[in-house]
């Protein structure tokens, strides 16, 4: 792997850098199939997505290359039930002319670690494409096991896309209960068992 370029900063991601987090993510959107998304959201949006994730708890971490965004990454609850909020996806996202060069895993070692900090249990990685070999190399690298496939459930480009499900403990991951659980949490009420919607 070609070394990464330097200098470069891996920092927490800002307003201002919301329109060049929509023009790295606009390449991906409209020629890639990483993202099921179709239309590039633009900067106003790119910026309410940061501060949600933000105001979460959660990282949304940059990397500047010479003074320049060329690429992202953040983790956020993996859905948005009570009993997911210690389980996080992750999204990592470059511009064209650094991939490849060592940057993505920059970027989401030290997502993880933040989100370990914070008391994060489980790292969840959807990754578009099952013939998606950087991002699942990436993950696989960095401590990901694949846990498994989604057939066929996304269409764009002409095409069915598979998903690849990615699975990384974090922290104590399972051996405990989670930092701040309240005791509420280990009793299920009458009212709510027996569901049958997606959890």
Sequence with gaps: MTPAPSPILIRPGAAADA????AVYAGHVLDGVATFETEPPGA????RRLADVTAGGWPWLVAECSGVVRGYAYAAPFRDRPAWRWCLEDSVYLAPDVCGLGLGR??????LA???ERGARQMLAVIGDSGNAASI????????????????CGWKH?????????????GRAADAPPDGAADGDTVRSAATAGG???P
């Design 196 to 198: 049958s919607a997606a």
């Design 44 to 47: 106003g949006e790119m910026a």
């Design 19 to 22: 329109p060049v987090l929509a």
């Design 158 to 170: 002409g095409r069915w896309i598979d998903v690849v499900l990615m699975q990384r403990p974090l």
């Design 106 to 111: 920059l970027l989401l070692a030290e997502l």
């Design 137 to 152: 190399g990436l993950h696989r690298a960095l401590g990901f096991a694949p846990v498994g496939l989604l057939r066929d």
């Design 114 to 116: 933040r989100c370990e």
